[in-house]
């Protein structure tokens, strides 16, 4: 009897030393991914027509923290804090709240190929921004269009809810499959009403590719609030997750009401990403490669794959803008989409999926 509480002693120490050493781990690239993050931002602040020194930026942040006191030209100050670092800002939370709806996705439907938009919300958002573009352009001011794509795409996700719902329960097929219908649906609505445009056709265009143009520092902070809100409710069921991971009947015996964490995961994901195309756009791929990179990196478990894949889709999307402007400051055709940016990452990195599962490597 001796041997064995003194095997249970030994064995609960080693479970604890191997949750610190797991702990030290995650700790370490938690805090590496926030100073990768934090050298974005200054280098992509760098980045545009006006070339500005990485140096002087970061000694006007330090004179805005009171950390020093150096004169910094008031052009660089505006072009700083009121036209880049909004547009930055803004494109790290987008990418912040995409790589959090597809590690959900991901982890709720047990495939590695799901996205945030798999569920209809990019159709939906599409649907709502084009009719405020052609019926409602002034109803709001510049939130009619962010209001009514936020509205279809929480619409699109309800509708695809309610309609796989089979006896209280949610079936991950049915969901699946439902989602891929009224996608195709709100498609269809939307191309009739993108020929029925007329002159508002190349700014729909341009808003299903996905635009983080000229955010203000309200549209920010509305992104913001939405973005973190969602995320801290979503990480709050990471343990559910991986025990789901297991098996549905595997959950329900470790006391997890696996159908109500569906739910609560379908609506919370739907709403991060809603928030996030409201004001820059359907922007594809992003929820598909980063999680699943992020899971190559730090491993399936979602208490730490939820952080690391929404610091590292924030890093990924601050850069593709940063392309974009760094051409655009090279060549004479404007801006180009940042859809188009992360497609060209995204659809090789696509490919990869569908050969790999093929030869059965995921």
Not at 14 to 38: A, D, E, N, T
Not at 289 to 315: C, E, K, N, Q, Y
């Amino acid at each position: 009897m001796s041997f064995d509480f003194e095997q249970d002693r030994q064995d609960k120490r080693y479970r604890h030393y191997h949750y610190l050493q797991r702990f030290s781990h995650w700790r370490m690239i938690l805090i590496y991914l926030i100073v990768i993050l934090c050298v974005t931002i200054t280098l992509t602040t760098a980045i545009g027509n006006i070339y500005i020194s990485p140096l002087e930026i970061v000694a006007l942040f330090g004179s805005k923290l009171h950390l020093c006191d150096l004169d910094v030209p008031y052009g660089h100050e505006v072009i700083i804090f009121q036209v880049r670092l909004p547009r930055i800002i803004m494109g790290i939370l987008v990418g912040f709240a995409l790589s959090t709806a597809g590690t959900a996705m991901q982890g709720l439907f047990k495939n590695p190929m799901a996205d945030p938009y798999i569920i209809g919300i990019a159709s939906g958002a599409g649907v709502g921004a084009a009719l405020s573009i052609i019926l409602l352009p002034y109803f709001f001011a510049d939130y009619t269009t962010p209001f009514m794509a936020f509205l279809g795409a929480m619409l699109a996700t309800f509708m695809v809810y309610n309609i796989a719902k089979v006896g209280g329960r949610i079936p991950v097929d049915t969901l699946l499959l439902t989602g891929i219908a009224v996608s195709l649906f709100l498609s269809a609505v939307l191309s009739l009403m993108m020929y029925l445009a007329g002159h508002d056709l190349g700014y729909i265009y341009a808003w299903l590719m996905g635009r983080i143009d000229s955010p203000n520092w309200q549209k920010v902070e509305i992104t913001a609030f939405s973005v973190f809100v969602c995320f801290f409710l979503i990480y709050i069921f990471a343990r559910d997750l991986n025990a789901m991971l297991l098996g549905e009947e595997s959950a329900r015996t470790l006391g997890i009401n696996v159908e109500t964490v569906k739910k609560i995961l379908l609506v919370l994901s739907a709403f991060i990403t809603a928030a996030a195309v409201a004001f820059a756009g359907t922007i594809g791929f992003v929820g598909l490669i980063i999680p699943h990179i992020t899971r190559i990196l730090v491993g399936p478990d979602h208490r730490i794959l939820f952080p690391a894949s929404a610091l590292l889709g924030g890093i990924f999307v601050a850069w593709a803008d940063a392309g974009i402007r760094l051409l655009d400051a090279l060549l004479p055709f404007g801006e180009i989409p940042i859809g188009v940016i992360t497609a060209f990452f995204g659809v090789p990195f696509f490919i990869y999926l569908l050969r790999s599962r093929r030869q059965g490597l995921l």
